[in-house]
Structure formats: structure tokens, C-alpha cells
């Protein structure tokens, strides 16, 4: 009879010291990315594909003055641009017949992204319309790149052999890049020029940051939620659960210095957020008794304002200031949003506003279909430090356009 309590409390002991390792697996106070060697022989998932066509001059196609599609091939979801200021020298003669010189400052926007078939990094010079590829990396079936402040590196991933995500750290040479650890469920760069992580399980989530070459990483909070989607701004993180009809979801501020999560929005159906980059406003979308609505929440005295048109934050991106936000806004909604679109099912056809966040005023800045007479599903908007050229990603098939405002 004395077996049998003994043999109960050896099976809590053993329950209980899985639970500790795995706790200390998973919520340990420090971390540490795992920096590996190019576990695929250099090659990602999906086909090579021929390398884009460059040009010294026109390249792009216009579709309409100031509307170009810069490529037609897919790219991946993530582009940066960063503003150019050159100089030209031209001899010119005085009033006085004495030659001299004068010199003038040109200013471009140039626009880097990475070719999804091939991995190839490529550079867009906006108003002198040429093309320049940067790198010969063969990296296949990039999906998505993150890219440092300054343009010098990209977080390209992509589904690598065995259906796991890897991510690669790559110089925009294509030369010295290298793999961290596989499986992350995010690799982005932060706005400070430092990578952030994110490891999910089953049992909850591990937020890191460390240098951007992937050292010195330590965690900076963990959660129980185990499907959770993080912004870092140059402020606070912002966290929220994935979006669904069918889900209330929550939207959170999470204190990088202590880890402590406060709840600012929910529960809401399809909830979304998408924080400014300074963290000091979060826009959101979210159903209404199944109407999709567009609001903007002030972190500071937690008062939201709905926004005069309807879309989801996935098709939003903020200028660099804060003060606006530039939006993909559908022509018509369709029901069971954000799910079927997530999946696929639905696809559409957007107009693309400016929002000013001071003014509260929508100005539509472009209509693809009127100026152009394309249907464009955008999703990746931002703009340059300037807000010269609008870029966006046509869902439909991946294509990269830019809008000169």
C-alpha cells in the first residue's frame, strides 16, 4: 500500500522538474541567437530565377505620369529607401564674361529591394529611373526582408528545407552574410538599427533584441500568449494577438525595461494594430457588428479617434515623422475580412490615401485604376525620409510600384 504514494509523489517530482526545464528553456532571463553557417549550401526555398533586367536609364514601366511599376517580378515583402543628395558641377560665364563655376545639388530617392526568385539585391534610383543590381547572392524564395535604418542589411526570409523558417543576415554586397538561429517566428530590424526576435511555442512567447549582426542578444520579455504579433518603435514595443472575425483580439504596450505588458485595445474582432515609429500612436483596425473600421489611439492619454475610411493596418504605413499614415484603401469590402483575406480568398482593389493624424483629414493621393487602369491590392506602404515617392507591393503577384507625390 506504501508503493503507491511513493510512486505518486516520484511522478510529481519528475512533472515538476519538466516543467522547471522547460521554463528555463523558454523564459530564461538571458539569450542567446544562435549564429550558424549556411545550413542549405546557399540556396533558399523555390526556383532561381533569371536575374532582373538592368537599365542605365528608363528603367520601370511607366503607367502613367509619376506612376511606375518598378518591377513586374515579385519581390520580396520589404523595401527601404533612403534619399540622395548629389552634386553637378557646370562651367557658366559672370556678368562680368569671367568663367566660372557653378555647382548644384540633385536630389534622388534611391529604392532597395530584394528579387524573390534569386535573392539578388537590387537598387531603384526613383527620378533617374535606373536599376542596379547590388549583390549576387543565390537565395531563392526570399518572402520578407527587414532592413536596417541605413540601408546596409537586410533580415531575408524564407522557408527553408523541412518547412523551416530561416533567416539570413544580408549585406546589401551579398559578401559576409550569414544565417541565425532557424525557426524564429520574427527577425526584424528596430528602429535603433538592432534586431529584434521572436521565439514561439506552444507554451508562450520569448521577445530578444541583440546587435544586428545577431550578438549580445537578451530577452526583454516573455508571454504566455503563443500567437503574438510585435512592433518595435523608438519607444515602447507594441504587441497584439493575430486578427480574426471569429477571435476577440487585444492589443498591447509592452515596457522593454521591465517586460510588463499593459493592455490599450480589446477585446476586438479582427483587431490589428501597427504603432507609429516614435510609439507615441497606434493605428488600428478592427469590426464593428461586422463592419471593418479604421481608428488611431493616443498612447499618451489613451483616447481614440475613427478615421474617416476603412481598411485593414496591413495595407497602412506610417511616414517617418509620425504625423501621417498612408493607407491602401479598397474600393469595395467584402465579408469574412481580415480572415479571407489573410488566406487569399479575397483580393482588392485599392485607392491610396494620406491621413493626416494632427488634422484628422483623408486626401486620396492616387487612384491605380483611374490614372493607370490597374487593380492593385497594396500592402507594404511607406515612403521616403522626404515623402517624395510612395512605394507599395501589389498582393496580386508580389510586383514593387512607386508613386512620385
Not at 488634422?359 to 486620396?364: D, K, S, T
Request: glycine share 10%; net charge negative.
Amino acid at each position: 500500500m506504501r508503493k503507491r504514494p511513493l510512486a505518486l509523489i516520484a511522478s510529481v517530482i519528475v512533472i515538476l522538474g519538466i516543467v522547471a526545464a522547460l521554463y528555463f528553456l523558454l523564459f530564461a532571463d538571458s539569450a542567446e541567437l544562435i549564429v550558424t553557417d549556411d545550413p542549405f549550401a546557399g540556396t533558399g526555398s523555390g526556383l532561381v530565377g533569371e536575374p532582373i533586367i538592368e537599365a542605365d536609364a528608363g528603367a520601370g514601366e511607366e503607367f502613367a505620369p509619376k506612376f511606375v511599376r518598378i518591377t513586374d517580378r515579385p519581390v520580396a515583402e520589404g523595401v527601404i529607401a533612403i534619399n540622395r543628395i548629389s552634386t553637378t558641377t557646370t562651367p557658366v560665364e559672370t556678368a562680368s564674361g569671367t568663367p566660372a563655376l557653378a555647382t548644384t545639388a540633385v536630389t534622388d530617392t534611391e529604392i532597395r529591394f530584394i528579387d524573390r526568385a534569386s535573392g539578388n539585391v537590387y537598387r531603384y534610383m526613383a527620378h533617374e529611373r535606373s536599376m542596379t543590381r547590388l549583390s549576387n547572392k543565390t537565395l531563392p524564395g526570399i518572402q520578407q526582408a527587414s532592413w536596417l535604418p541605413d540601408g546596409s542589411r537586410a533580415y531575408a526570409r524564407f522557408i527553408g528545407e523541412g518547412g523551416t523558417v530561416a533567416t539570413y543576415v544580408l549585406p546589401v554586397s551579398g559578401e559576409g552574410g550569414f544565417f541565425i538561429e532557424q525557426g524564429l517566428a520574427v527577425a526584424k530590424a528596430t528602429p535603433s538599427g538592432s534586431l529584434f526576435t521572436l521565439l514561439s511555442g506552444p507554451t508562450g512567447t520569448v521577445g530578444s533584441v541583440a546587435n544586428s549582426d545577431g550578438t549580445g542578444a537578451r530577452t526583454i520579455f516573455t508571454s504566455l500568449l503563443s500567437s503574438l504579433i510585435v512592433h518595435p518603435t523608438s519607444g515602447s514595443y507594441f504587441g497584439h494577438t493575430k486578427g480574426s472575425a471569429f477571435l476577440d483580439g487585444y492589443g498591447f504596450q509592452i515596457n522593454t525595461a521591465s517586460g510588463a505588458f499593459t493592455r490599450i485595445l480589446g477585446p476586438l474582432r479582427g483587431l490589428s494594430v501597427l504603432p507609429s515609429p516614435d510609439g507615441t500612436r497606434v493605428l488600428y483596425s478592427y469590426l464593428d457588428r461586422g463592419t471593418l473600421r479604421l481608428a488611431v489611439l493616443d498612447v499618451a492619454t489613451r483616447t481614440t479617434t475613427a478615421l474617416p475610411v476603412s481598411t485593414m493596418v496591413e495595407k497602412c504605413g506610417w511616414s517617418r515623422d509620425s504625423l501621417s499614415a498612408y493607407c491602401g484603401v479598397p474600393l469595395s469590402l467584402s465579408s469574412g475580412l481580415p480572415d479571407f483575406w489573410y488566406q487569399g480568398a479575397v483580393t482588392f482593389s485599392d485607392r491610396l490615401w494620406r491621413i493626416d493624424m494632427e488634422e484628422r483629414l483623408a486626401v486620396m493621393v492616387v487612384d491605380p485604376g483611374t490614372v493607370a487602369d490597374v487593380s492593385i491590392d497594396a500592402v507594404a506602404i511607406h515612403t521616403d525620409p522626404e515623402e517624395d515617392i510612395l512605394l507599395f507591393t501589389d498582393k496580386h503577384n508580389g510586383s514593387l510600384w512607386a508613386y512620385d507625390m
